[in-house]
């Protein structure tokens, strides 16, 4: 019971604290209405009876003040923005810790909102984006982007290479279920037929299947060499965008965003066939369209500027080199493989007629690296070759990775501005 009256006590003792208007309020209706109590001044101003009581019997009305938010001035600013970007390396703690040693006390959060506007500048220089137009026939730009996509009623992780005029905004798209090099390379060459010339200039990311590593210091990459001969053979250069900057290469970056939110979504396929099918269907309508930034129907601008500067194909295009695949053949009795004529004999490849021909001739070491050529040979109809039992490559009429001409050390090149 004792408890409950100090509590009771206490509440009565405590008022709270009102804005002076209201005071003056309060003395201005009891001066206008002497018969009015405390309890309808009160109820009028919507406070407390007891408010009303205190302050007409004097209480003074208190005014809260709060002190002024401290600000640097220019010379401590300008100082503060210095040490930020030398000996402090943008932490903020750091420059608060160097001002206190120069004498200068400051709160943190009062240097912090003095260094914000200069962050903020900062951060928008860094991530600012001139855009980079090409001239007709200057520039494609390629990349891969992948999906699950629904086919046969089963969901397919499907890769798509996408390949994008600079100038134009024409679009090619191929479908595959990997994004090996030669994956990339028959993409390219698909996108070279489908845009009937070749661009001065192919523009690449960092993928592994591309690039076999980097030199920050000298600013230059190195090329893969199977990619790099592939691209020599078409007459067409090599450049590389910066790593972890994907704008660099936004036109694509945005086509392969416009391939996956466009022209696959809500698409079911019944099969591979049909998905590959569907793909020149939809890049017809995807160069019909009026694209967001030149504001032209891309097939439009292509044939009006960009197609006549395109160089026109090799009348025979290069050929890909084929993967290198391995088998393991059995342990009993010798083994009779077919080999082409060009890697047994060292003969060209004949114009018409089987490729691969079948005769007995010596053992041969498992994983022999090559066939040395015959010096007498003249074609039989067949030849072949009989060795132990081991691994051997499939496809022996694939040149070895290692040997390429004029390609056997990574290409360097500059990266792309």
Same mark, same amino acid.
């Given at each position: 019971?004792?408890?409950?009256?100090?509590?009771?006590?206490?509440?009565?003792?405590?008022?709270?604290?009102?804005?002076?208007?209201?005071?003056? /309020?309060?003395?201005?209706?009891?001066?206008?209405?002497?018969?009015?109590?405390?309890?309808?001044?009160? /109820?009028?101003?919507?406070?407390?009876?007891?408010?009303?009581? $205190?302050?007409?019997?004097?209480?003074?009305?208190?005014?809260?003040?709060?002190?002024?938010?401290?600000?640097?001035?220019?010379?401590?600013?300008?100082?503060?923005?210095?040490?930020?970007?030398?000996?402090?390396?943008?932490?903020?703690?750091?420059?608060?810790?160097?001002?206190?040693?120069?004498?200068?006390?400051?709160?943190?959060?009062?240097?912090?909102?003095?260094? /914000?506007?200069?962050?903020?500048?900062?951060?928008?220089?860094?991530?600012?984006?001139?855009?980079?137009?090409?001239?007709?026939?200057?520039?494609?730009?390629?990349?891969?982007?992948?999906?699950?996509?629904?086919?046969?009623?089963?969901?397919?992780?499907?890769?798509?290479?996408?390949?994008?005029?600079?100038?134009?905004?024409?679009?090619?798209?191929?479908?595959?279920?990997?994004?090996?090099?030669?994956?990339?390379?028959?993409?390219?060459?698909?996108?070279?037929?489908?845009?009937?010339?070749?661009?001065?200039?192919?523009?690449?990311?960092? $993928?592994?299947?591309?690039?076999?590593?980097?030199?920050?210091?000298?600013?230059?990459?190195?090329?893969?060499?199977?990619?790099?001969?592939?691209?020599?053979?078409?007459?067409?250069?090599?450049?590389?965008?910066?790593?972890?900057?994907?704008?660099?290469?936004?036109?694509?970056?945005?086509?392969?965003?416009?391939?996956?939110?466009?022209?696959?979504?809500? /698409?079911?396929?019944?099969?591979?066939?049909?998905?590959?099918?569907?793909?020149?269907?939809?890049?017809?309508?995807?160069?019909?369209?009026?694209?967001?930034?030149?504001?032209?129907?891309?097939?439009?601008?292509?044939?009006?500027?960009?197609?006549?500067?395109?160089?026109?194909?090799?009348?025979?295009?290069?050929?890909?080199?084929?993967?290198?695949?391995?088998?393991?053949?059995?342990?009993?009795?010798?083994?009779?493989?077919?080999?082409?004529?060009?890697?047994?004999?060292?003969?060209?490849?004949?114009?018409?007629?089987?490729?691969?021909?079948?005769?007995?001739?010596?053992?041969?070491?498992?994983?022999?690296?090559?066939?040395?050529?015959?010096?007498?040979?003249?074609?039989?109809?067949?030849?072949?070759?009989?060795?132990?039992?081991?691994?051997?490559?499939?496809?022996?009429?694939?040149?070895?990775?290692?040997?390429?001409?004029?390609?056997?050390?990574?290409?360097?090149?500059?990266?792309?501005?």
């Amino acid at each position: 019971m004792a408890i409950c009256n100090e509590v009771e006590a206490h509440r009565i003792a405590e008022v709270p604290m009102i804005r002076p208007d209201k005071v003056e /309020q309060i003395q201005l209706l009891r001066a206008q209405h002497p018969r009015w109590g405390n309890r309808r001044i009160a /109820q009028e101003l919507g406070l407390a009876r007891n408010t009303v009581r $205190d302050y007409l019997r004097g209480k003074e009305a208190l005014v809260q003040s709060r002190p002024a938010r401290r600000a640097l001035d220019e010379a401590t600013v300008a100082l503060a923005v210095a040490l930020l970007d030398g000996a402090a390396e943008g932490n903020g703690v750091v420059v608060r810790r160097l001002l206190a040693a120069r004498g200068i006390d400051v709160a943190l959060r009062t240097l912090e909102r003095a260094l /914000q506007p200069y962050r903020q500048r900062a951060r928008a220089a860094k991530s600012a984006t001139v855009r980079f137009e090409t001239l007709p026939g200057e520039q494609l730009q390629i990349d891969f982007g992948q999906r699950m996509v629904s086919i046969g009623g089963a969901p397919t992780r499907v890769f798509f290479f996408v390949a994008v005029l600079g100038f134009s905004r024409r679009i090619f798209v191929r479908a595959s279920l990997s994004s090996r090099q030669e994956e990339w390379r028959a993409g390219l060459a698909g996108a070279f037929a489908h845009f009937g010339g070749l661009p001065r200039a192919v523009l690449i990311d960092n $993928d592994g299947a591309l690039v076999v590593g980097r030199d920050r210091e000298t600013d230059t990459a190195r090329i893969h060499p199977g990619f790099a001969a592939f691209c020599k053979d078409w007459g067409v250069a090599v450049r590389v965008c910066h790593p972890y900057r994907p704008r660099t290469k936004g036109k694509t970056e945005s086509g392969v965003k416009y391939v996956k939110r466009n022209g696959i979504a809500g /698409q079911d396929f019944a099969s591979f066939a049909a998905l590959t099918a569907w793909l020149p269907q939809w890049m017809a309508l995807a160069d019909g369209r009026i694209h967001g930034t030149t504001h032209e129907r891309p097939h439009e601008r292509f044939e009006r500027a960009e197609k006549a500067a395109l160089q026109p194909l090799p009348s025979i295009p290069p050929a890909h080199e084929p993967r290198v695949l391995k088998r393991t053949v059995a342990a009993s009795g010798p083994t009779l493989f077919a080999v082409p004529i060009p890697r047994a004999t060292g003969w060209s490849r004949p114009a018409s007629g089987p490729t691969l021909f079948a005769v007995p001739i010596p053992s041969l070491p498992p994983l022999y690296p090559s066939i040395p050529p015959s010096p007498v040979a003249t074609p039989p109809s067949t030849q072949a070759i009989r060795g132990p039992p081991g691994t051997f490559d499939d496809d022996v009429d694939a040149t070895p990775a290692d040997k390429f001409d004029g390609v056997d050390d990574p290409v360097e090149l500059d990266w792309a501005a």
